[in-house]
């Protein structure tokens, strides 16, 4: 980013925001993909990297291409593009961690070959069989 606009964007930042050419981007200022009500902190956070370089992280809301809102965490660091400084600008998408600890649980116990479960997982459910009648047995 340099004075507030796009120079340059990797694929992952476009796919983000829904963009499919680079082209599409440059120029286009970074504020227009921020959310109407956290537009005033996105300055205000700009502003102050800009000053002491101390706060390099927001978590706001972005927009995407379609309209779309999502939750985003921007991070910021000094950068050269062309030989001129500029500001590197990282946005990625806030997951919710409930979806990716339980999409996590589901892959470790899996045989990423078989897709079928593994001996971890039988013990886990031998377990909690074992358990319940014990449990039941009181």
Same mark, same amino acid.
């Given at each position: 980013?340099? !004075?507030? @606009?796009?120079? &340059?964007? *990797?694929?992952? &930042? @476009? $796919?983000?925001?829904? &963009?499919? #050419? +680079? ?11 921020? =959310?109407?009500? #956290?537009?005033? $902190? ?13 706060? /390099?992280?927001?978590?706001? /809301? ?9 939750? +985003? ?6 950068? %050269? ?15 919710? *961690? ?12 899996? !045989?990423?070959? %078989? ?10 459910? @031998?377990? =909690? +069989?074992?358990?319940? $009648?014990? %449990? $039941?047995?009181?």
């Amino acid at each position: 980013v340099h !004075d507030g @606009m796009h120079i &340059y964007a *990797n694929r992952s &930042y @476009m $796919a983000l925001f829904g &963009y499919e #050419d +680079a082209e599409e981007l440059e120029g286009l200022p970074v504020i227009d993909l921020i =959310a109407s009500c #956290d537009q005033g $902190a996105f300055k205000d956070f700009l502003k102050g990297y800009q000053n002491d370089q101390r706060q /390099t992280e927001l978590v706001c /809301t972005g927009v995407k291409l379609d309209g779309q809102d999502f939750k +985003a965490r921007i991070s910021l660091s000094a950068a %050269t593009y062309d030989g001129e400084p500029c500001i590197q600008v990282v946005i990625r998408g806030e997951v919710d *961690n409930a979806e990716l600890e339980e999409k996590l649980r589901e892959v470790s116990s899996q !045989d990423p070959v %078989t897709g079928l479960y593994n001996r971890s997982h039988f013990l886990d459910l @031998m377990d =909690a +069989a074992v358990q319940q $009648a014990v %449990t $039941a047995r009181k």
